[in-house]
C-alpha cells in the first residue's frame, strides 16, 4: 500500500485566495484525521471522519475552514479566504477501526505558505 | 488543561548512549493508550511504539521501550544504544475515552545525536 498520500507538498498562495488540500487515505481505513502543526501550537486535530460522516469539528479554527470527504478514498480541508496566519504543515492521517490501540498512519503533510 | 507534556524542549545525545524523552499525561479516563512518533526533517511522522493502560509489561520494539509508571501518568520513551538517524522531533501522544477520536500531541523534544 502507498500509504497517506497529501497533496500538494507545498502551497504558496496570496492572502485571500482559496486554497484545497486534498488527501488520499489508506484503503480500508475508516477514520481520517485533519491535524495542522505549528511551532506556537504542536500539532493539533482539527477535524475527522468515519466512514466519511464528519465526527468532530471542534479543532477548525474558523468558518474559513471546511473539510469534506465525498468517498472513503478522498478528502479536501479547504481555506477560504486564506490568511497568513494559516501558514503551517497540514497532515492528514488515517487508521482502521476504532481500537485504543489503533496508530494513525500519517502522510507527508503539506507544507502552506501564506503570503 | 494540557494532556499531555514534553517537558524537554530539546536534548544533546553522544552517539550510542541511551536516551530517555520524558512525557507525562493527563486524564481521567481509566482506558488510554499512549504513543510515540518520530518526525525527522523530511517533516513525516513515524509511528515508533504503544502503550496500553491495561498492559501489565512495558512495551518494547526493538531499540525503542517504553517506561511506564502509571501512578506518576508518565510514559517515557527510552532509545538504547543511540545513532546518528534518530536525530528528529519525538511526539507523545494519547488517545482516551471510547478510543474513536484522534490523537491529542505534546509539544515534543528535538533529539540531536552527536558524533
Known amino acids: 500500500d502507498a500509504g497517506v498520500i497529501q497533496s500538494p507538498r507545498h502551497e504558496v498562495t496570496e492572502m485571500g485566495q482559496e486554497v484545497t488540500l486534498r488527501c488520499k487515505p489508506i484503503?480500508?481505513?475508516?477514520?481520517l484525521f485533519w491535524y495542522r502543526q505549528t511551532m506556537m501550537r504542536g500539532l493539533e486535530l482539527l477535524i475527522y471522519?468515519?466512514?466519511?460522516?464528519?465526527?468532530?469539528d471542534s479543532g477548525m479554527p474558523e468558518d474559513r475552514f471546511s473539510a469534506k470527504m465525498p468517498n472513503a478514498s478522498f478528502s479536501t480541508l479547504k481555506i477560504q479566504p486564506s490568511e497568513p496566519r494559516d501558514s503551517a504543515v497540514y497532515f492528514c492521517?488515517?487508521?482502521?477501526?476504532?481500537?485504543?490501540?489503533?496508530?494513525?498512519?500519517f502522510g507527508q503533510g503539506t507544507r502552506l505558505t501564506v503570503v | 488543561a494540557q494532556k499531555i507534556t514534553q517537558t524537554q524542549p530539546g536534548m544533546f545525545v553522544q552517539e550510542k548512549e541511551a536516551v530517555t524523552l520524558d512525557c507525562t499525561y493527563d486524564t481521567s479516563d481509566p482506558s488510554y493508550g499512549l504513543f510515540w512518533y518520530k518526525q525527522p526533517s523530511s517533516g513525516e511522522m513515524i509511528f515508533l511504539i504503544y502503550q496500553g493502560s491495561y498492559d501489565q509489561q512495558n512495551a518494547t520494539e526493538g531499540r525503542y521501550s517504553l517506561n511506564f509508571q502509571k501512578a506518576r501518568k508518565s510514559a517515557n520513551l527510552v532509545i538504547s544504544a543511540s545513532q546518528l538517524g534518530d536525530s528528529a522531533m519525538y511526539f507523545c501522544a494519547m488517545r482516551d475515552g471510547g478510543g474513536a477520536d484522534g490523537l491529542t500531541f505534546g509539544k515534543g523534544t528535538h533529539l540531536i545525536i552527536q558524533p
Open positions: 492521517a488515517s487508521s482502521p477501526g476504532t481500537g485504543m490501540n489503533t496508530e494513525a498512519f
Open positions: 471522519f468515519n466512514n466519511n460522516v464528519p465526527i468532530d
Open positions: 484503503s480500508g481505513h475508516d477514520y
